[in-house]
């Protein structure tokens, strides 16, 4: 592909960049930050902040970078004298009617408004004693609040709304300094994809109920995952705190959400913290469970893997790659029924309109598309079935009715790997502690046969081990890592042929061909 | 969306919508004039206040409905321009410029003036009888003509505080 | 002519020749006073021969900038393949500044007229006015000539038999100064919010719903049609000695003079000739005190730069200020120059759209320190700080409000040290914020 490029200088940094592109995108290459807050990389740019103006030799005027396209041999000083001037001065007019309340304010520490002025901002307030422009708290939606004292009018929220969503429901109402973001009154910010308008807003105007003073930024521990919510794979950041997850967000990919999420996964993380875990390897004995360790435990689980000739596996959707692909290892030997759970929503997709191919999707589990890679390709009915002429069944996490358990509960061997006590059945015979999504390294496929990695985010409980670990030890293969497991699992998968973990990054690459049969049933 | 009663609404009565029969055909009239609905939307937004005196929330939403806008966004447009009326005014709704140029020649004299003899006390407000409503605007496009008000659609030039009580007398 | 008084011998009635005539307004009077003369002249003449004469002419823009105006209709794209827009700019919304609105009120066609002949230059089917909401009579006016003129078959599907296709849209406005600025215009005229757009793209290249548009003020589109009737060389002629600046120009003059209106003098015309020969001076036994000469937004003068100042483009540049849109604010020695300088800012406070943030902030901030100072508070650092903000307000936002706003302020401070000084000192009775 051929493309036009132009040579720019930057800060005296040259180089090359796609004709077109903005000064403010030009720079980042540089490795320059140009400081700035209507501009974001996903919504039309305004150029109303003046944050970003930066000097360009022979321009008679500052220039905003966001919207200032690059020319051959521009030359470009975001650092000048003048430059800093006009940030520092754009700083002082946000702050005149600000109630500069970060220690209440749920952004401290992640507000980009804090973070400029402890950097160039002026020392002390020139504003005096002038009384301050105060609207009360309103409360969007559901779970958006706005606190109009903090908005520095961005309009990142209004364009969201009206660009990206489709939605229109904020506006700029009124004007000069009396302007502020309304909502009309008939209205509720309850799109299922509204929650981004917290994340777009670059100061503690727009807040999320559900993190309301839960913790402070500078507390939170951050990981890249990847949501469970859906099949579409976005991608995330774990927050945690003091080993707790307290908040989704999105994390930037282009290729699958851009810097979105939907609602619904952004809430989809209260189980990651469950209390009422699985801690430690349980055997049956009787009518009872025994806690017993992993090395008794594994000894046990691979003796009956390795010698069962039919073998069911019912696993969950959530599970990984990894796991998945391992417990197919593991169960090599023997004739396979294997079947994914995957709850579907009666819903339709509920898609995000401005960016192509993104919605929330029916199938609520990240890893449908990679269970069907790896042969778990049994309809759920039928692998419940043959559950009954099965000498091992083994469930990954499941979630069972009544029917359904009764149904698994008469096999000869029933092997439980679960993350919570509510799993437990009185009938299985081995109940090993597996970590969830959270707790563990893996990778999940989505819907466009993207294979995306996650990390572990908190500390598994007690004794939980990830499931690859506990097939790798039943007879699944020799891997100490989930990395390990990933290209052990990939070398079998005709469709995973040629990737190897550490080539994924953080962003993920796409299973060459979607062969659903390519483990070989 | 249209006649449902939005919570906040100021009257009482049932709304009753602009854009049918006589309306309609007025608001028709304008699609041929501009190449998209969007773009009726101020001259949509005049013929709302000049059948009902302002612009109420149910308003706003009958004007999106028929223009396919949202009503915040309807509402976005409305509270930029500082001429529609978003609360009922008086019967007459007087303003008067006192920028610079009218300021010199003593035009916050002639406010003290319309505001002691309509009764309205103070800016913005509505005279007890529901007569007036006075408001200060800037400059008026008129300032060889010192000090012009506006009453309804009336352009008044020459304005004195000895004028006021006459021209006033005419606004019943 | 210096309506509503009689013409006065230095002026040079061409646009105003007709105001205070009643029988102008219709479109046979119109007519009868050798209306559209311009306008079948230029049916006759080819686009880019419309554009040469206006571009020889000199004439450039009215409305405040002086961008030639020939230039700027050669901006449009030869071919038409999209609709192309004129859209004539009647928003006169300046403080000072009420000369349109006596072209529209007196000789409507005489604007119809301009507007045509521009529409033709620039290759637009569609004209749309966009005038003030609050000139509600001028609006009636122009939508009984629109009539008319359809009737007398200057609009319409064969303009004057030509073939030509041209419509006009009489557009209110309702309460916006900022609309007045070209591309808030614009967005206004699309039903949005009356924001200024980012420049490039420019409206020759996207304007009015992403097609080739031209804006252009009532004077300068009604200059237009007496160009192509009288030619490129009359118009240079009307000039007295900078080439750069020609033609005629309707000033409006305010204040404190004798007789307030608007003038119609040959460019370069001494400013002191208009105040106080044409304008009869200041009221009795009152002394000049200041000029604010091109609408409220640029350079207050002072009595001595008013003193040999020349009436245009370059002339009052080269005195401390600029031409603007012709409004003269004339004030005498009785005025309060940190009232009226507050007064303005509350006008730019009031008028910012609110985008962007040295403008929305520092406006309003602006009129706070100086309804501080007048009430007695003041501190003398505040006016290094109005300084400062002035300048933090200058060249750095998407349209000139904020830049318009900071103009008066510096030009006040700079020029009259006094006036600050007086209330600073204390020397001066405080003064409460009235209205
Ligand atoms: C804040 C602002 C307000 C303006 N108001 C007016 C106005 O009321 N009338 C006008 O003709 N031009 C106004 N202008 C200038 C227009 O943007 C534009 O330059 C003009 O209409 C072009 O016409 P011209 O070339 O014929 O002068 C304003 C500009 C600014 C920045
Ligand atoms: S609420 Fe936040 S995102 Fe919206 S305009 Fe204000 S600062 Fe910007
Ligand atoms: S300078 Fe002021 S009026 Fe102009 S675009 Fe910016 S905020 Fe709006
Ligand atoms: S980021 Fe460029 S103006 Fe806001």
Redesign the pocket.
């Known amino acids: 592909m051929t493309q036009d490029l132009v040579s720019v200088t930057i800060d005296g940094v040259t180089l090359q960049v796609p004709k077109g592109t903005s000064i403010i995108e030009a720079a980042k290459q540089a490795g320059v930050l140009v400081p700035h807050y209507c501009y974001h990389p996903a919504l039309p740019s305004p150029a109303v902040c003046r944050m970003c103006l930066v000097e360009v030799e022979k321009a008679p005027k500052l220039m905003p970078a966001c919207v200032t396209t690059v020319v051959e041999g521009q030359v470009v000083h975001t650092d000048s004298a003048e430059a800093r001037r006009a940030r520092t001065a754009v700083l002082e007019f946000l702050l005149i009617n600000h109630p500069l309340d970060c220690p209440i304010c749920d952004q401290a520490g992640e507000c980009e408004l804090q973070d400029y002025v402890f950097q160039e901002g002026r020392g002390g307030s020139r504003y005096g004693d002038y009384a301050k422009r105060y609207n009360p708290v309103e409360e969007f939606g559901p779970d958006v609040l706005y606190v109009p004292n903090r908005c520095i009018l961005c309009t990142r929220c209004v364009r969201f709304m009206e660009d990206v969503a489709g939605s229109p429901v904020l506006n700029v109402s009124e004007r000069g300094d009396r302007a502020y973001i309304g909502i009309d009154p008939g209205q509720l910010l309850d799109h299922p994809w509204a929650g981004n308008v917290v994340d777009l807003c670059p100061v503690g105007s727009l807040i999320s109920r559900d993190f309301l003073h839960k913790a402070r930024a500078w507390e939170l521990d951050k990981t890249a995952s990847v949501c469970s919510g859906c099949s579409q794979g976005c991608n995330t950041m774990i927050d945690t705190r003091d080993n707790t997850v307290v908040r989704l967000r999105p994390r930037p990919n282009l290729e699958v959400n851009r810097h979105f999420m939907c609602d619904h996964g952004r809430m989809h993380y209260r189980w990651m913290n469950r209390g009422d875990r699985i801690e430690a390897p349980l055997v049956r004995e009787g009518e009872r469970h025994h806690a017993t360790d992993w090395d008794h435990a594994l000894q046990r689980l691979g003796a009956l893997l390795g010698s069962a000739r039919r073998v069911v596996l019912l696993a969950s959707g959530a599970a990984s790659v990894e796991s998945l692909g391992l417990l197919r290892r593991a169960t090599r030997k023997a004739t396979v029924t294997a079947a994914v759970q995957i709850p579907m929503a009666e819903d339709p997709d509920q898609p995000l309109a401005g960016v192509p191919n993104l919605a929330l999707r029916r199938e609520r589990a990240p890893n449908g598309a990679g269970a069907r890679l790896l042969g778990y390709t049994a309809g759920w009915d039928e692998a419940l079935n043959a559950a009954a002429a099965a000498e091992v069944v083994v469930l990954l996490d499941v979630a069972l009715t009544e029917a359904e358990a009764r149904q698994v509960g008469a096999t000869a061997h029933l092997i439980l790997m679960g993350t919570h006590e509510g799993q437990v059945l009185g009938s299985a015979e081995l109940v090993l502690p597996v970590t969830n999504t959270a707790e563990e390294g893996g990778c999940f496929v989505n819907r466009d046969a993207r294979v995306q990695r996650y990390q572990q985010a908190r500390q598994a409980p007690g004794m939980a081990r990830p499931a690859w670990w506990v097939a790798a030890g039943a007879g699944g293969g020799d891997a100490a890592t989930a990395a390990e497991a990933f290209d052990l699992v990939a070398r079998d998968v005709a469709a995973l042929a040629g990737l190897r973990h550490a080539d994924l990054g953080l962003t993920g690459r796409i299973a060459g061909a979607a062969a659903p049969a390519g483990a070989g049933a | 969306m249209s006649g449902t009663a939005t919570p906040g609404a100021v009257h009482h009565q049932p709304y009753r919508p602009v854009f049918v029969g006589e309306g309609r055909t007025a608001l028709e009239a304008l699609f041929p004039h501009y190449p998209t609905r969007q773009a009726c939307l101020l001259p949509a937004l005049w013929l709302v206040q000049e059948a009902r005196g302002w612009i109420a929330p149910e308003a706003i939403g009958e004007v999106a409905t028929v223009l396919g806008l949202t009503p915040a966004y309807v509402r976005g447009v409305v509270t930029f321009y500082t001429m529609y009326h978003t609360h009922p005014v008086g019967r007459h709704f007087i303003q008067v410029c006192t920028t610079t140029p009218c300021s010199i020649c003593g035009a916050e004299e002639v406010v003290r003036a319309l505001l002691q003899h309509t009764g309205c006390g103070e800016l913005g407000a509505t005279s007890p009888d529901g007569r007036f409503t006075v408001i200060e605007v800037e400059c008026l496009g008129a300032c060889g003509f010192a000090t012009p008000l506006l009453i309804d659609d009336d352009f008044i030039e020459g304005v004195t505080p000895e004028r006021v009580a006459g021209i006033l007398q005419g606004y019943k | 002519m210096g309506y509503p008084h009689p013409s006065h011998p230095l002026e040079r009635p061409l646009l105003s020749r007709h105001f205070g005539d009643a029988g102008a307004r219709s479109f046979d009077g119109w007519v009868k006073r050798g209306g559209y003369q311009g306008l079948k002249k230029a049916l006759g003449m080819t686009r880019a021969q419309v554009i040469e004469e206006v571009t020889n002419s000199g004439l450039r823009?009215?409305?405040?900038?002086?961008?030639p105006?020939g230039l700027?209709w050669s901006f449009m794209p030869r071919e038409v393949t999209r609709p192309h827009y004129l859209v004539c700019?009647a928003?006169?919304?300046?403080p000072g500044?009420f000369k349109?609105r006596e072209i529209i009120r007196w000789t409507p066609h005489q604007l119809l007229e301009g507007c045509v002949v521009a529409a033709h230059a620039i290759g637009a089917e569609r004209i749309y006015i966009y005038i003030r909401g609050e000139f509600t009579t001028e609006y009636r006016i122009l939508k009984t000539a629109v009539a008319e003129a359809y009737h007398g078959g200057v609009l319409g599907a064969n303009v004057f038999g030509s073939g030509q296709r041209i419509d006009v849209v009489v557009h209110r406005g309702a309460g916006a100064?900022?609309c007045?600025?070209?591309t808030a215009m614009m967005n206004s005229l699309e039903g949005r919010r009356g924001n200024?757009r980012i420049k490039p793209p420019f409206p020759a290249q996207a304007g009015l719903w992403a097609c080739p548009t031209t804006?252009?003020?009532?004077e300068?589109?009604a200059a237009a049609a007496h160009i192509v009737r009288e030619g490129a060389a009359w118009h240079k002629a009307l000039c007295r000695g900078n080439p750069r600046s020609t033609g005629t120009k309707l000033f409006s003059v305010c204040g404190h003079v004798q007789r307030p209106g608007n003038y119609e003098v040959v460019m370069g015309t001494p400013m002191k000739d208009l105040i106080f020969e044409m304008c009869g001076g200041m009221p009795m036994g009152r002394r000049l005190k200041a000029v604010i000469p091109g609408g409220s937004?640029v350079p207050i003068m002072n009595a001595a730069e008013v003193e040999d100042c020349l009436l245009d483009y370059e002339g009052i540049v080269a005195r401390g200020s600029m031409l603007g849109?012709g409004g003269m604010i004339v004030m005498d020695d009785s005025t309060d120059l940190v009232y009226q300088v507050m007064r303005l800012a509350r006008f730019y406070a009031h008028e910012s759209c609110a985008q962007c943030t040295q403008c929305r902030e520092g406006t309003a901030w602006t009129v706070r320190i100086l309804e501080r100072i007048l009430a007695g508070k003041g501190r003398r650092e505040d006016l290094d700080l109005l300084l400062d903000l002035a300048d933090n307000m200058t060249g750095k936002t998407i349209?000139?409000?904020s830049d318009?706003c900071a103009a008066p302020v510096v030009s006040a401070i700079r020029k009259f040290p006094e006036e600050f000084e007086a209330y600073l000192s204390r020397s001066r009775a405080p003064v409460t914020v009235a209205v």
């Open positions: 823009g009215r409305g405040g900038a002086g961008f105006t700027k700019n928003d006169e919304s300046e500044t349109d100064y900022i007045g600025e070209e200024p804006v252009n003020n009532v300068t589109l937004s849109s349209c000139v409000l318009s």
